[in-house]
């Protein structure tokens, strides 16, 4: 994940108007924001950087000369300071005119071209899509914690209620990567104005509140990012995408394109490039660096985004997207066959259950009761 820098620029005043919220933390994460902004740029557009605090020389020149900048947060993984340059950039948006909010990691890159964005984005722009895919087990709408599988880190990590002056808040499980309706950003923005709201409720949890995880310990509330957003959405019933739509003609199932989980007994076992040297070392799970042989699982999925991209795995990529439409994409897929070019760790510990534990979490065979709606991702 990268979580520092905020980017945020105003599509012009043709079709739909994007407010884009970029994160990066370091100078690898610059570059890779000044590339995606070069990408997505429009002269029009008005421009908000917010660099990690904990990066002590950013490179602004980097970035077009139309982009303010800051450093205001010094951003923790799995804390709240997470999801404050996202609130922050919320709060910014008060004075600008836009329709959709986005934000992405500086290392995204955008499948469509931005006047194709646009015109997808027409039909959707009421709703609220949480969720980065193909990972998530009900596609483009959040996941409850109720349909996890027993013994699942997701479904042991949050207590139900996660706080007892909201009886019925349930956490719901979705990304740090949204397309958000203004809708939601304002009611959001104005609710944390009063302390007794279930979101100023729900933020005072994730900063100062502890619960005791099974075969963890005690632990504070973390990956506020992932859940915060997701859970209000579902609680104050605002508007969620189905798990499967046609958005403009095409089937989508993923607003982001991300490849996660390849390394446990049960996964598919797609087979990943070598770990560049930013990556430093080998993980039992993802998100990994695509390269050209995702392009064929790109093109299914219908992302408007994919993460993470890098010109040091694969700068065929850079070259290939962005398209007009997904037509376009060649469909370039993993070889059946297996090939060594990154090895999974020997063996990872399995509990009695059959799972298996990672650092802090546990991982299960996905054996989950999802909703019915779920059945169109099959």
């Not at 605090?53 to 982009?67: G, N």
Request: contains cysteine; negative net charge.
């Amino acid at each position: 994940m990268f979580w520092g820098l905020l980017a945020l620029f105003v599509v012009g005043a043709s079709g739909v108007r994007v407010a884009y919220l970029v994160l990066a933390h370091d100078e690898a994460t610059l570059r890779a924001a000044a590339r995606l902004v070069d990408v997505l740029y429009d002269e029009d557009d008005t421009f908000l950087v917010h660099i990690d605090s904990k990066y002590a020389s950013p490179k602004v020149e980097l970035l077009r000369d139309a982009v303010r900048w800051a450093q205001l947060f010094d951003v923790q993984w799995a804390r709240w300071s997470m999801v404050e340059p996202t609130l922050w950039a919320m709060r910014e948006l008060g004075s600008v005119e836009w329709d959709v909010f986005i934000n992405l990691a500086g290392d995204s890159w955008p499948v469509l071209e931005p006047v194709s964005l646009k015109r997808k984005l027409e039909d959707v722009k009421h709703l609220n899509f949480v969720t980065s895919g193909p990972s998530c087990p009900t596609g483009l709408r959040p996941t409850a914690r109720s349909e996890f599988g027993d013994g699942w880190h997701k479904k042991q990590a949050y207590p139900h209620p996660m706080i007892g002056a909201v009886p019925s808040l349930e956490a719901y499980y979705g990304s740090q990567w949204m397309i958000l309706s203004r809708q939601f950003v304002e009611f959001v923005v104005d609710e944390l104005k009063n302390p007794g709201s279930p979101a100023a409720l729900l933020r005072n949890w994730f900063v100062h509140g502890w619960m005791d995880v099974p075969d963890v310990g005690r632990v504070k509330p973390h990956i506020p990012d992932e859940t915060f957003f997701p859970s209000l959405l579902a609680y104050h019933k605002f508007p969620l995408p189905s798990p499967a739509m046609v958005i403009d003609g095409k089937v989508t199932t993923a607003t982001f394109y991300i490849r996660m989980d390849e390394h446990y007994p049960w996964s598919s076992g797609k087979q990943r490039y070598l770990a560049p040297a930013l990556d430093r070392r080998e993980r039992p799970w993802g998100p990994y660096y695509l390269g050209a042989y995702d392009l064929a699982d790109i093109r299914a999925s219908g992302a408007f985004f994919v993460r993470k991209t890098s010109p040091l795995v694969d700068p065929a990529l850079f070259q290939i997207l962005p398209v007009d439409d997904h037509a376009r994409i060649p469909a370039l897929a993993w070889p059946s066959h297996h090939l060594t070019l990154s090895d999974p760790l020997p063996v990872l510990p399995t509990l009695a259950n059959g799972c298996v534990q990672v650092a802090e979490s546990v991982h299960c065979p996905p054996s989950h009761t999802l909703r019915p709606d779920a059945a169109e991702l099959r």
